[in-house]
């Protein structure tokens, strides 16, 4: 028997023939650039919705610019306006209400820079074949506020409505796409080479696989030999591969991490190089090309080891420049071999160390007790100095995707680097709006409305508020009309009761469910007095409708017939009531 019954178990399991066909042609269907098993929904929302989810992330910056006017306009008559006013506004022209507390909170001053540590985020243009696959730019970059604004559109797990999250996040410094790499490093790597004096300095390249943090990395050192013109420069050039450390100057020959008397982390067997500041470019492009990389699903010349450099100006100081090794998702992994995943494990595991470290450095700032977790892996050791040295400087570059498909680690990169500033990490916020799933413009009146028509509004009005009712069949907008707020509420009401009649939901509360029934009369009313006050006519329309109803219900509640069905202004008074008796015509109920 029990062997039946695991057999019979099996049998429930285990894909039919069929089945297997049906996801393969699925998984061969949502198959594209990137692996097939990435979540239905997300692929859903970026290939069928993408023009509405562009239009919803233009509405938010449409919605800024009124209520600039509001705050800043001394001539604009929106400045007199309350804030409820201007949500109702953007409710009923952008479906984004919630959007306005939001859009008030990012006029909150700025804080003051810290001195030792800066946080910079830069992005990236849109690549040739992410234009061709349909992506679009779903990352805003203001420069003047520092301030990135990821939009995360997708379709609801409901699959009945579309979600917008608009989150952002405040830095230091950010850069757009259009800024070039001479630009960059004027702007934010120059001032940090040449305020050494005798002191240390470390830059952090963080983000993504794709991003461009090596592409940035070699651009700044590139031009970094410009700067030490005349000056005597030792290079030391390591990577740092889970548990172990290799050094790019002799062949990737593994070396060893020692600390001194002080805690000072030097790398015994490292050679040291001395060269001129013109020689720099041509003897670090020759220990990059050393560097362990290898191709991932995400990026064919993915850096999988965290490479650091460290240039000993002479008298200046010293700085180092740190390319860590980029980040995948998981279903970007799925290739990989057992060895690569504890690569990719310790990977993560230096990363968290990092971001851990730079926390209780922020602790330490504000004078709380705090002690960097410094020995919890390789890279933080080497870059002890960073959270325990008062003179030295640092600066964190995020590097970021502009598209859809990689607005995840975009966020998580930004959450990551602001968490290590408390006070980047208190401005930060998000604001999430509903986005109905279709588009509904009535060409003409809600009287005219057929039953097509009343469905593919219900799904639209109040920003798909009334998604999830189930209207009587065969109800067209001229029966809309025909029912007052207390008729629909009456109609909801017995719907509630009808479905406990059946025995659905036997922990029912009678007069809470009377209050909802009544609550969604009132509010689907109002939105179908809306949309009738809309057109011409409308008005007197809705007048005599209530007018006619007036009438009947006061036959009804003189206990009188009403009249014959066919000349009944409700036509579903009484659907869905088992409770109440069928009246018959007076001619009828004579016979």
């Not at 602001?418 to 003409?444: G, H, K, W």
């Not at 067209?476 to 509630?496: C, N, Q, R």
Request: aromatic fraction near 8%; glycine fraction near 6%.
């Amino acid at each position: 028997m029990d062997g039946d019954l695991e057999s019979e178990f099996e049998t429930h399991i285990v894909d039919a023939p069929r089945n297997a066909e049906a996801r393969a042609a699925q998984e061969a269907k949502w198959a594209g650039d990137y692996d097939g098993r990435q979540h239905w929904s997300l692929r859903e929302a970026y290939l069928i919705h993408r023009n509405r989810l562009r239009a919803a992330q233009g509405d938010l910056y449409r919605l800024k610019l009124l209520l600039d006017a509001h705050f800043s306009s001394k001539s604009s008559p929106l400045r007199d306006l309350d804030l409820r006013i201007l949500e109702r506004v953007a409710d009923f022209c952008f479906a984004q209400g919630q959007a306005v507390a939001f859009l008030a909170g990012w006029r909150k001053p700025l804080p003051d820079p810290n001195p030792q540590i800066s946080f910079v985020a830069r992005k990236r243009p849109l690549l040739k074949f992410e234009v061709a696959a349909g992506e679009w730019d779903c990352v805003s970059v203001s420069r003047l506020f520092a301030r990135v604004v990821c939009h995360d559109g997708r379709l609801h797990r409901t699959g009945r409505r579309l979600e917008m999250t608009h989150k952002k996040f405040i830095l230091d410094r950010v850069y757009g796409s259009d800024v070039s790499d001479e630009e960059f490093y004027n702007q934010a790597v120059r001032p940090l080479v040449r305020s050494l004096n005798g002191n240390q300095a470390t830059i952090i390249f963080y983000g993504q696989t794709g991003t461009g943090k090596t592409h940035t990395f070699n651009a700044c050192w590139e031009r970094i030999g410009n700067d030490l013109a005349g000056h005597s420069i030792s290079v030391t050039f390591f990577e740092v591969l889970g548990k172990k450390c290799f050094d790019l100057l002799q062949q990737r020959k593994e070396v060893t991490l020692r600390s001194d008397s002080e805690e000072r982390v030097h790398v015994r067997g490292a050679a040291t190089l001395t060269a001129a500041a013109s020689e720099l470019p041509q003897l670090l492009e020759e220990a990059l090309n050393l560097r362990r990389s290898e191709a991932t699903e995400r990026n064919p010349l993915s850096s999988r080891s965290h490479a650091i450099c460290v240039l000993e100006i002479g008298d200046l100081g010293s700085i180092r420049f740190v390319d860590l090794a980029g980040s995948e998702r998981n279903y970007e992994t799925r290739h990989m071999t057992a060895q690569q995943h504890r690569d990719f494990a310790e990977i993560n595991k230096s990363l968290m160390a990092l971001k851990d470290c730079f926390r209780a450095h922020a602790k330490l700032a504000r004078q709380r007790s705090a002690r960097p977790p410094y020995r919890a892996s390789r890279l933080t050791q080497v870059l002890r100095s960073c959270f325990t040295d008062s003179h030295h400087r640092t600066l964190i570059l995020s590097t970021l995707s502009p598209t859809a498909t990689d607005l995840l680690h975009s966020t998580n990169s930004l959450a990551q680097v602001t968490q290590m500033s408390a006070a980047l990490s208190a401005l930060r916020s998000e604001c999430s709006v509903d986005l109905p799933l279709i588009e509904f413009a009535a060409a003409v009146p809600i009287w005219d409305w057929s039953e097509a028509d009343v469905h593919r509004w219900i799904n639209t009005a109040d920003n798909g508020r009334f998604k999830y009712l189930v209207l009587p069949p065969q109800i067209t907008g001229a029966a809309l009309l025909k029912l007052s707020s207390k008729g629909l509420a009456e109609l909801f009401d017995m719907s509630l009761r009808q479905a406990r009649g059946r025995g659905e939901g036997q922990a029912w509360n009678e007069a809470a469910a009377r209050e909802v029934g009544l609550r969604i009369g009132r509010m689907f009313f109002a939105a179908v007095r809306r949309e009738a006050l809309r057109w011409p006519d409308g008005q007197s329309r809705l007048m005599e409708a209530e007018r006619l109803e007036a009438t009947e219900r006061g036959l009804l509640e003189e206990g009188l017939n009403l009249p014959p069905e066919a000349e009944r202004h409700c036509e579903f008074f009484f659907w869905g009531d088992a409770h109440l008796p069928v009246l018959q015509p007076v001619a009828e109920a004579a016979g």
